[in-house]
Structures are given as structure tokens and as C-alpha cells.
């Protein structure tokens, strides 16, 4: 048995020891891993996913127990204080001496911090782990309760300090992006896509200051501001130093290893030191004269001493390693690959500019024009992935290369197919997965589809950027082998949404038993449940109270549970339109029952905190005040929201808070794919925001114009015009009729956007149903959705009228007891969850 | 905040030392899940309806630590019969407690059977 000791549990270290494990030649060695962090290995490259949900669970690379598993000794909050060659032996901090054969230094690197007058200053901190961030959550915290206004910058615009830039705002502090260099990201992007980036971080809030050099940093014991020259001074109450990284090679120094002259331990291309059995890996390792701040490469190299170590000599570290990278910054697409600045004596590049839509690509091509050296792409990086592949193929361009970049309307094309790319190229460089290695697995049976191909490969499961790649790949590769490649519903049901809704319709399938029994197999799931109650909900318009055990939770208990397993209660408000006496009655019945309350985005209002057992006692209280279900828990119509309109406003074209409540009416308890929402504004001040909605109308002169297929929401999409200046009972005609399309045909959890993207023929497509009724369909979709409208009932009223569909609002079956586990702590005046952890 | 998946240990029948009674089965939703108490215990029973089956776990999800998993939608994957956690659709096996997407969560199932049409669930303590 042969002892290897891994000193460092970063990302490199730990994927050294994923690797190592995999090995069969693993079990002659016993790995022992030294972490100076308190806790197992963490995702460092989304660190700042830490500050949306705190959970440092969720970044972990792998649990505790998994080094348990694998037999892997962990030692973590103890460090690795000395190295003796001789004895081959390492010793902790806690003075505790180990024995080595091979010894495998991760020490990664530390934030390199300027040395600025006054850096020490309380209020200024450095971003690298998590400590760092829960130091600088405490810290946002006090500065916000004593000034809520306050300030924080960002000394560094690279790609961390941008980084960090986002984690500040998102503490709810004022962000301040400070940079040296004239331009943000001077490493990766030239300075005209650098002023696109800068544009776009600038219109969502971020202050950038370029060109500053930091003399000094002011304030007695906490800094109060940044000092740059005489009277050019920046107010801050925090500062974050983002000033790049330095390789902690303190160990290997003292040990006598080759070092670089600005630090990084020397190896050569088996990943070994000056020691022979040592290796140095990720960014402590200093290759080819240098150091590489990326995973991907620190991951290479994790592989080659892997394979060094258990004898497969002949995996090395290539000369030339790609640095090419893609991310989403704050929401921004930024991408380089190849050489993306490139001297104009060795070729032509070809730019595409947009600064109204915060776009910028550019491509390097060779002299000759045959092939691609590189590029940079801020904005829209979708292209990213094929244009990568063909720079590290050296596969051929099309005669006029700017049709690589274009967009399609402008000319350009897109590649041809996904299967055109050699087998070795590398579609996965997180886990070194190439093309071969994906089709290979479809090809020779291992796989059937995309979960085995990820289980097999791996592929897609670092950062997850290959995804679109990988699923063409399988697609296009189970395509080829006649293979039918077909969005079934789950494992049991082997039909579309579309399919199976045609098949309960024709058939009148009395209820989901029967639909399992008849078309599928199994005993269901959580995908094909909910799935199938709201193809009954459309087909006969029954309400969630019939089938309560094939509901989501929400629907099951007409009510949207929360973060402790309380529920939220949300009366419908049509058009957001309420007397005082309603919201009397709305506040009396939250103060009786303690309920914590807010208004929502569609102009309601949400009462959180009830427990299942008093959902129907105040659901009683609220219909006898003339309420009824918001169905705000169900994948339905959630509301229409309007604003004043020609009643109140003096800009207002038409009366929208009347049409809004009609509309909302109409709708209300209308089960679909996915939510809906509408808006109705009464001028082209658009103040309901209709365009962000599912369906929008806006008063014109002349009537209303109808816009289709928009949501808020993570990808936010505008409505687009279906057709203008319409009378009210235009707009509803059409309106029913794209609705019912929308039900008929959109792939469960599809909102109306993707869904219109994804239908053939498009806008102009849809318009020809809906407008010239091209299908000869209008006639029945409309019968549809009357007969739908009609048939509408207060679910909330129907269950507290029967006693046994009161049965299930209960939270034990054998005891009248109450969830004892719920826990409240004060928040401003209401309540909130007591958090577990 | 611990101690309150502690008290969650799963039990064999062999190792049953009291059969407590619950209720008669129309008591429990068919297809469904519903929750029981037994001293400070939450326990999910779960009523197969399709396949005759009963199966009972910890009401408490150890992802979050919110007590649910009576709630979630229940059914099988790969012909192992489960629950989907509400909250964050964790699937758990209601045979060994196992989390179906191979995380490191855990929950502990408790041996449940019918007699003259009450349920029972077995207990250690």
C-alpha cells in the first residue's frame, strides 16, 4: 500500500481524487487530503450563486461521507505547515507528522491584495471563499441598518472582480466597479467589446471608474472612500480587492522546489516538480512558464498526475493548452476562444456591433480566409460552442466568413450539422468528453438517450455550458440510427402532451386511472400526474377538488406552499380593482389568523403563513365577503393587470381597468400548460406592463392592439404584435382562439414564449390560425373555450361546501394536533419562517 | 436542530416491539400520502391503491428539513415505488429510503400492515 497526500481540497485537489478513485489501480493506494478550510471541496466558480440561497451545501463539489465512501481520509480546517524530502514526510499545523510516497501539492492560490495605504482598514475584504463572503454579508448587513444608501466598490474589473461586482448588489449595496487598465476584462476582451460590456453592466447598475490608479484608502478605523489623485476621491463604505490571484507555493519554496521568478511551482509536462514524487497541480503550477487561472486546464492536470502516478506514463500535459472560455457574467453572455486579439499582419478580422442591443462579435480569420484563429463574443454567446469546435479542428469556414456571426435574418447561417465535427473534437473540456466519446456510447448500445449518455460520459456535468451541444449530439446521432427521438411525457407514458390529450378526449377517459391503465404503464409520477389533471381540467374543466391525488401540492390544497410547509392564500382581484370594505375584510382576516402580508406582482394580495387546517376557515371568511380562488397555486390564468385608464387618467385612451376585469373573468379558473397572465394598459405609456405578459392589449386610437407570447420572469421576453386596432369583441374572439390553441398544443410547462418559438412557421404562422383561421379550426376553438367559461366554478367554494372533499385539509389523520415543528420569528412588524439551518 | 432527524431510524418488522394502530384505511387517500402522529413522531403513510400496497417513511425532508413528504405525489420510477418531496421534487424509494437521484439524503421507512381494515404502523419505542 502506497500512501499518497494530496495538500489542498480546492476544485483541482478534489477532482484528483474523483479521478484517482475511478482507477483500478486505486486500491494499492491510500489517499489522505489536508484542507485548511473548514469545510470538503466547493465550487468556487459560482461562489457568488452563495449569495442568492446561502447554502454552502449546494456548492459542495461532494458531501464528507463521499471521501468516506472512496476511502479517502479527509482532514479539513488543519493545514500543511512543512515538507521534508528526505523523510518524505509532511507536517500539519497541529504539528501532526504523515508519511508519503507521492505527494500531490493543490495549494491553489490566494487573492493577491495591493499594496495600498490603509488596505488594512475594517470594511475591506478580499473574494476567494466563503468566509470571505459570509465576512462580507455581516459586514452589508450592519452598513445597511446604520445607512441605507451605502456604497461598495470593487477594486479590479476582471472577470472576478466583475464577479464580485454582482455579489454586492445584490447585498443591496450601491456597486462600484474600480479598474486600472483603461477597459473591464483586459485579458480576455479588446476594448471596442469591452465598451459593449461595459454599456450593458452600466444599464443594469454597476458604476465603473476605468484608468483609476488607488493611491490611498480613506477613513479612521473603516474606510469611508477611495483616494485616486488630488481631489479625485470615490465615497465608499466597503471596499472588495479583486486585484488578481498569487500562487501559494510558501511550501514547496521552503522545501527547496524550482520556483518562478513571480511564484508558481516549476513542472514539467507529467505534472512533476523538481522532486520527482511531487506534483503540482492547478494554479499553483507553473507550465510552460505559466499559471493557469481556469478549471479546465487545473483539470488536465489533476488527470495526467492521476495517470502519472498509477503508471500510464504516457498521458502528459500538451504543449499548447486552450484557454478559450464562456460565461454568463451578471447575466451577460462573455466569451473568447483562440486568439482573440490578434495582430493584423497575421489575418482579418470581421466585427459585428450592435451597441443598441449590447451585442459585439468578432472572429480572427487566417490570411488565406480558410480558416478560424479566434474570437470574442459579449452579449450572445449561443454561437460559442460550434464556433469553438471549429477553431480547435481547424475545420473549413464559409467563403464569406461574417455569416459565422451574423444574425439569420442579416444573411448569416448557421452550421450545418452537429455530426459534421470530427470525432476527437472535445465537446465536454470540464470532463474531457469528445464527440466520438458521446456518439460511441449511442452507437455500440451503451446508451439509449441523454440521462444514460450523461450517467455513461459525464458529459455536461461540469459547467454544464456543453448542454446544448450534448443534446444535439444525441439527437442528430439517434436520428441517424433510425431512431424516433420524441418528447414522451415520463417513463409511463410513451405519447407527447398533445398526443395523450387527443387520446383522453376522443376516448372520454373518465379520470387518470383509467387514462394509466389504458395508455400507460406503472403507477406514475410526479411529471405525468399534474400533466394529466390539467389535460381533464381542459377537457371537461373539472376542478382540482376531483382528483386531488393526481395535484401538484399547490393544487391539491388550493393553496401555494411555502418555505416551512405553510401555505399562501390569494383571493382573485380582477384588474387589480378593490373596494375598501374588501380590504378590510382582507386585513381583519389576516390579523385573526396571523398571517404575514404582502402585494404581489399582478396587483393582489398574498397572505402567507396558514396552516393546512385553517385554509378552509378562511376561505369560509373570504367567500362570504364576496371572494373567490386567485388560483394563483395553479398552472392557470393568474391575473390581469391594468392600470387606471380612461376613467382616472388623463392620458388614458380607453377604459382598461373595465376590460381587464372582464377578461380576468372570463379566464379566471382556466387550466393550461403553464400559468398565464395578462395586462391591459390604456395608452402606449403602457403602465400594466401587457407586453410582458402572456397576452398584452394596449389602447390605440381606434381600439386595442394585441400583443401575444411574453413573459417576466428569468428569460424575459417582449409580447409581439398579433394585430392592431381592435374593438373589444375582436380582441376577445381572437383571444379565445389563441388561447385554446396555446392549450391544445404547447408541451407541458411550456409558456406561451418558448412555445411560440418553438412553433413552426412562427409569429406569421400563428396569425393565420388566429386571424384568418387557416386551419378551420376558429370555429372550435372558440366552441372550447365557451363551453370551458361556463362550465367555471370557485373551487375554494365547492370544497368548503363538502364535507369529504374538507377531509383532506387536515394535518394529521390520526390526531386533531397541529403541526407542532412550525416555528415563527419576528420580521418588520409580521412574521417569517424560522429557518432550520 | 439536529436532534429532530434523530429520532428517525428505520425499522425492519422483525425488529417491531408495538404495531400502532392508525386508523381504519378509508381514512387514507387513495394514491396519496397523508401523515400520522405517534408520540413526537411525524410519520408519511402512503396507500398504493393501484397495487394494495402500504408504506409508511419520515414525514420530515432531510434536504430542508420541512415535514412534507406526505404531501408529495407519490408512484415509482424503474418500478421502485416512491415519493416526490413537494418542496424541491427530492424522489425518495419507499422500499430502503434511498434518494432516487443519488444524493446523499436519506429518509427511514417504518413496516406498516392492514388488519380488519386498520392500518398499522410498527415501532420500536
Known sequence: MLNIIVVGNGMVGYKFCEKFVEKSEAKDFKITVFGEEPRPAYDRVHLSEFFENQDAKALEMAPAAWYDDKGINLVVGERVADINRTSKTITTVKDRVFSYDYLVLATGSSPFVP?????EKEGVFVYRTIEDLEGMLAYAAKLKTEKPDARAAVLGGGLLGLEAGKAV???????????????????????????????????????????????????????????????????????????????????????????????????????????????????????????????????????????????????????DIDMSTKLKLIGVDVASFGEPFMPAAKGHSVIFENKTQHLYKRINVSLDGKSLLGGILVGDASDYNMLHQVYLNGMAIPEDPSQLILPASEGGSSFGSVLDLPDIAQVCSCESVSKGDICCSITEGESNNLGDVVTKTKATTGCGGCKPMVVDLVNETLKSLGKEVKETICEHFDFSRQELYDLIKINKVPDYQEALNLFGEGHGCETCKPLVASIFATVTMETANKQPAIQDTNDRFLANIQRNGTYSVVPRVPGGEITPDQLMTIGAVAKKYDLYTKITGGQRIDLFGAQVHELP??????????????????????????????????????????????????????????????????????????????FGLIAV?????????????????????????????????????????????????????????????????????????????????????????????????????????????????????TDDNLKFVPMREQKMPKAWS | MENILEQYKSVTENEVSTWFEVGVTANFPENSGACIKYKTKQVAVYNFTRTGK????????????????????????????????????????????????????????????????????????
Not at chain 1, 115 to 119: M, S, Y
Not at chain 1, 239 to 256: F, T, W, Y
Not at chain 1, 625 to 633: L, N, P, Q, R, V
Open chain 1, 115 to 119: 499594496p495600498i495605504k490603509g488596505v
Open chain 1, 617 to 694: 376557515l378562511i376561505w369560509k371568511e373570504l367567500i362570504d365577503a364576496g371572494f373567490e380562488s386567485g388560483h394563483a397555486y395553479g398552472k392557470s390564468l393568474r391575473t390581469v393587470k391594468s392600470c387606471v385608464g380612461s376613467t382616472w387618467c388623463r392620458y388614458g385612451m380607453h377604459e382598461s381597468v373595465t376590460f381587464a376585469i372582464d377578461i380576468e373573468k372570463r379566464y379566471r379558473g382556466l387550466r393550461s400548460p403553464h400559468k398565464f397572465k395578462g395586462g391591459v394598459s390604456g395608452c402606449i405609456r403602457e403602465c400594466a406592463e401587457a407586453r410582458g405578459k402572456d
Open chain 2, 54 to 125: 402500504w408504506y409508511a417513511t419520515q414525514n420530515l425532508c432531510p434536504h430542508k428539513m420541512e415535514m412534507v413528504l406526505s404531501l408529495g405525489m407519490i408512484g415509482d420510477k424503474d418500478n421502485i415505488p416512491k415519493v416526490a418531496c413537494p418542496m424541491h421534487k427530492k424522489n425518495f424509494s419507499l422500499e430502503d429510503g434511498s434518494n432516487l437521484g443519488g444524493e446523499d439524503l436519506k429518509i427511514a421507512t417504518y413496516p406498516v400492515k392492514i388488519e380488519n381494515g386498520n392500518v398499522y404502523i410498527g415501532f420500536t419505542d
Open chain 1, 169 to 319: 448588489m445584490d447585498m443591496g449595496l450601491e456597486p462600484h466597479i474600480v479598474e486600472f487598465a483603461s477597459k473591464l476584462m483586459p485579458r480576455q476582451l479588446d476594448s471596442r467589446s469591452s465598451q459593449v460590456l461595459q454599456l450593458k453592466l452600466e444599464s443594469i447598475g454597476l458604476n465603473i471608474h476605468l484608468s483609476k490608479a488607488t493611491n490611498q484608502i480613506l477613513g479612521d478605523k473603516a474606510i469611508t472612500g477611495m483616494e485616486f489623485g488630488e481631489d479625485d476621491i470615490l465615497d465608499v463604505d466597503m471596499l472588495v480587492v479583486s486585484a488578481g490571484i498569487r500562487p501559494r507555493d510558501e511550501l514547496g519554496k521552503n522545501c527547496g522546489l524550482e520556483v518562478g521568478v513571480r511564484g508558481g511551482i516549476v513542472v514539467n509536462n507529467k505534472m512533476q516538480t523538481s522532486d520527482e514524487n511531487i506534483y503540482a497541480i492547478g494554479e499553483i503550477a507553473l507550465y510552460s512558464q505559466m499559471i493557469y487561472g481556469l478549471v479546465a486546464p487545473g483539470y488536465d492536470m489533476a488527470s495526467v498526475a492521476v495517470d502519472q502516478i498509477v503508471g500510464k506514463t504516457e498521458s502528459l500535459m500538451p504543449d
Open chain 1, 701 to 817: 386610437e381606434g381600439g386595442w392592439n394585441l400583443y401575444v407570447c411574453g413573459n417576466g420572469g428569468a428569460t424575459p421576453k417582449h409580447a409581439v404584435l398579433l394585430a392592431e386596432q381592435l374593438d373589444d369583441e375582436t380582441v376577445v374572439k381572437y383571444l379565445d382562439r389563441f388561447l385554446m390553441y396555446y392549450i391544445r398544443t404547447a408541451g407541458p410547462l411550456v409558456r406561451t414564449a418558448p412555445w411560440l418559438d418553438k412553433l413552426d412557421g412562427g409569429l406569421n404562422y400563428l396569425k393565420q390560425v388566429v386571424i384568418e383561421d387557416s386551419l378551420g379550426i376558429a370555429d372550435d376553438l372558440e366552441q372550447e373555450m365557451k363551453g370551458l367559461i361556463n362550465k367555471y366554478e370557485c373551487e375554494w367554494k365547492q370544497a368548503i361546501e363538502n364535507p369529504e372533499m374538507m377531509k383532506r385539509f387536515k394535518h394529521f389523520v390520526n390526531s386533531d394536533d
